[in-house]
C-alpha cells in the first residue's frame, strides 16, 4: 500500500499541492521552495579573527572545556496552543508553538545565551508542559533542561516560564515537550547552534526533520497503551519530511476530513555545490532509513558530536538522533530527484512508512514530480553505523577503568493491576510533578527510599560512570542520556567480552539505539550497549528510550553526579515560581497523569 502511494505521486503528470500551507503547517515556512537557507553563522555579534567561536576549531578544541562565551543573548518568546492542521490532508487537533508545525527555528551561534520564554495557552482542555532543549549540556544550569518531575515543576496552563542557557554544543538538534508524550502531538522544533566546520560546503539547506506522524490523539494513544486492558502501541498512519506528505484517503476512517494530494515537501539544490543537510528524526516510535536518490552523501556529524566523513547511501536515524550530511549537486542543472525517508520496515510499526519530498536543480521544472527510482537497502540491522565507522573529529578517550560500573536490565511486564510496563533493574519509572528530584536534591535529600518509583542511581562523587546496558526484549531502543555526550565503548548481542572499539577516540553522541535481543532456536539472546562519560556535570540527568510510547510506560532512569555540588547550587527563584504556579492551579484542578508523566 506504501509503494502505491508513492508510485502515485509520481505518476502524477504535475505535483499538485491541494492545500495551503496555511492549513497543512500553519505559519511554518519548512517544506516550502520559499524556506531560508541557513549561514555560516550569525554576524549581528562580534565577530573576533572573523568568527564569533575566535580560533577555535573542530579539530583542536576540546567542545567540553573550551566552550566560548560571546555575552550575546539569542530571545525567542514561544506560546503553545492547540489548533487544528492537515499535514498529510488528514485535519486533526495538534500542539503548535507560535502556530507553526513543525515548531520554529531557534538558532544561535556556539557560546551564545539561550534565553526563550514559553507560554503554556493550552486550552479544550488545559495541560500543563515543559520544553527540553535535546543535546545541551546545562553544565551552569541543570535546573533549565526541562524534564517535569525531575528539574523542575510543569509550566501551569496560563502561566509562563523562562529558559535561560548557553549554547554549549554547536551543530544540529531540536527541541521538544518533556510533559507526557505531547510532542507527538506536534510540540517539536529544530534548533541550529553554529560552529565551526570539519569539512567545507557551500549551502546550508537547513533542517530535514523525518518524522512518523500518528492520526489519533496523543493522549488517547497512551491511555490505551498503558491502561486497561493493555494495549500495544498503534501503528503509526504516516511519515511525514518536515511535516509534509500526502495521504491515501480511502484508508483515513468514516467522518475523518481528508483531503487527497495535500502536498510534498520541496527542496532547492544549485547545480556543482555541495549542500549541508541536517537530518533530525523528531518521532514518536520509528527508526527511520534516509536516502537521495542518485545521490551519495557523506556523514560530517552525528548529534552534537562531528566526526571524521565518510560515505554513504542510507543514513539511520532513531528518534531523537541527527545526522549532518553533505551532498554534491552533481546532475545536470534541469534535474529533480526523489528525497526518501522510510520508517523501517524490519525495526519500526507503520501502516504508511515510505516519505518522500521533492529535490530540483535549478534550473529544474518544480511542476512536474521527479520520475527517479529508488534503490533497494539493507534494513535487517536494528541499529547504527557499526562504531568502527564513526570516528569523532576531535578526539575524547574513555578512561579503562571507571570509577563505578551499573548494570541495567531492561524487561516488560504487567503490574499487580495488570498495567503493562516498561522497567530498568526491576522497577518502571514514575515522576512526582509536585516534587522534582533536582530541588529536592539541592535541599539535601539525595535519597527517596519511599518513592522507588522515581528510579534514582546516586552516582555520589565518583568522577566517571560505565553503564552496561541490557536488553531481554526483541524490540529496539534509541537510548537518550540528558547532560552529556557519552562513551560508546560497545554493542552487539550476547555478554560483552569487554572489548572497546577505537578506546582512544570513541563514538560519542547523545543517543544511541540499543539492538533488540536476538532469538535463537527460540530462545531470547539479550542484546548490550556500554557507555561511559566523566560524570562532570552536576545534577540528575535522565537516561532513558526516546520512544514516545516505551518511556510513557516506564522505560526510564534517573542518574544524580556529584551530588556535593547539587547541595551548593544556587537555583534561581524563578524555578520554585513555577512550582508554586503549577501547585496553585492543581490544587484546584485535576491532573490527569495517565503515563509515567515524561
Not at 114 to 127: A, C, S
Amino acid at each position: 500500500m506504501a509503494g502505491a502511494l508513492v508510485a502515485s505521486i509520481a505518476k502524477a503528470a504535475t505535483l499538485i499541492t491541494a492545500l495551503p500551507q496555511t492549513a497543512t503547517n500553519g505559519q511554518s515556512l519548512l517544506g516550502t521552495l520559499n524556506a531560508p537557507q541557513l549561514p555560516d553563522f550569525l554576524t549581528s555579534n562580534p565577530l573576533p579573527q572573523g568568527f564569533p567561536w575566535g580560533d577555535r576549531s573542530a579539530a583542536t578544541t576540546n567542545p567540553y572545556e573550551q566552550s566560548p562565551t560571546t555575552g550575546v543573548i539569542r530571545r525567542y518568546d514561544l506560546t503553545i496552543t492547540r489548533g487544528f492542521l492537515a499535514p498529510d490532508g488528514v485535519n486533526k487537533s495538534v500542539l503548535l508553538i507560535n502556530n507553526q508545525f513543525p515548531a520554529p527555528k531557534l538558532e544561535a551561534n556556539w557560546g551564545d545565551t539561550f534565553q526563550i520564554t514559553v507560554n503554556n495557552k493550552i486550552t479544550g482542555p488545559e495541560e500543563g508542559t515543559a520544553l527540553h532543549w535535546h543535546g545541551i549540556l546545562q553544565r551552569a544550569t541543570p535546573w533549565y533542561d526541562g524534564v517535569p518531575s525531575v528539574q523542575q515543576c510543569p509550566i501551569a496552563p496560563g502561566k509562563s516560564m523562562t529558559y535561560t542557557f548557553k549554547a554549549d554544543l554547536y551543530g544540529t538538534s531540536w527541541y521538544h515537550s518533556h510533559y507526557s508524550a505531547q510532542y507527538a502531538g506536534g510540540l517539536a522544533g529544530p534548533m541550529i547552534i553554529y560552529g565551526p566546520k570539519n569539512r567545507a560546503y557551500d549551502i546550508d539547506i537547513g533542517p530535514v526533520m523525518l518524522s512518523d506522524w500518528y492520526h489519533a490523539e496523543y493522549f488517547d494513544i497512551v491511555e490505551k497503551v498503558v491502561g486497561l486492558p493493555p494495549s500495544p502501541p498503534p501503528f503509526s498512519d504516516n511519515n511525514l519530511i518536515n511535516g509534509k506528505m500526502d495521504y491515501d484517503c480511502s484508508k483515513a476512517p468514516a467522518g475523518v476530513t481528508c483531503t487527497p494530494n495535500a502536498g510534498i515537501s520541496k527542496f532547492k539544490f544549485t547545480q556543482g555545490k555541495t549542500h549541508r543537510l541536517r537530518l533530525i528524526n523528531p518521532g514518536s516510535e520509528g527508526i527511520q532509513r534516509f536516502r537521495i536518490d542518485n545521490h551519495t552523501m557523506t556523514v560530517i556529524a552525528n548529534d552534537f558530536v562531528p566526526v571524521r566523513p565518510y560515505d554513504t547511501d542510507v543514513v539511520t536515524l532513531g528518534i531523537g538522533q541527527r545526522t549532518d550530511v553533505l551532498v554534491k549537486a552533481n546532475l545536470p542543472a534541469t534535474s529533480a530527484v526523489w528525497m526518501r525517508s522510510d520508517l523501517s520496515p524490519t525495526c519500526a510499526t507503520a501502516n504508511q512508512p515510505s516519505a518522500v519530498a521533492a529535490i530540483f536543480y535549478n534550473k529544474a521544472d518544480t511542476s512536474k514530480p521527479p520520475q527517479t527510482v529508488a534503490k533497494p537497502y539493507d534494513d535487517s540491522h536494528c541499529g547504527n553505523d557499526p562504531l568502527d565507522k564513526t570516528t569523532p573529529f576531535f578526539p575524547f578517550p574513555a578512561t579503562s577503568k571507571p570509577a563505578t560500573t551499573e548494570t541495567i536490565d531492561i524487561t516488560i511486564g504487567a503490574n499487580a493491576s495488570g498495567n503493562v510496563l516498561w522497567k530498568m533493574n526491576g522497577v518502571s519509572f514514575r515522576g512526582n510533578y509536585d516534587h522534582p528530584i533536582l530541588l529536592l536534591a539541592n535541599l539535601g535529600n539525595v535519597s527517596y527510599p519511599d518513592d522507588p518509583q522515581w528510579n534514582v542511581y546516586n552516582f555520589g562523587n565518583n568522577n566517571s560512570v560505565r553503564i552496561i546496558m541490557k536488553n531481554e526484549i526483541p524490540a529496539a531502543h534509541p537510548m537518550h542520556l540528558h547532560g552529556h555526550n557519552f562513551n560508546i565503548l560497545a554493542e552487539g548481542t550476547g555478554e560483552w567480552d569487554g572489548s572497546i572499539t577505537h578506546i582512544q577516540n570513541t563514538q560519542r553522541r547523545d543517543v544511541q539505539i540499543l539492538q533488540p535481543a536476538a532469538v535463537v532456536n527460540g530462545a531470547i539472546v539479550p542484546a548490550y550497549l556500554v557507555i561511559q562519560y566523566n560524570t562532570d556535570n552536576p545534577g540528575v540527568w535522565p537516561l532513558h528510550c526516546h520512544i514516545a510510547w516505551h518511556v510513557s510506560a516506564g522505560l526510564y532512569i534517573n542518574t544524580m553526579e556529584q551530588v556535593d555540588k547539587i547541595k551548593q547550587r544556587v537555583i534561581p527563584s524563578t524555578v520554585a515560581q513555577t512550582c508554586r504556579d503549577w501547585a496553585a492551579y492543581s490544587g484546584h484542578n485535576v491532573v490527569e497523569q495517565i503515563d509515567s508523566g515524561l
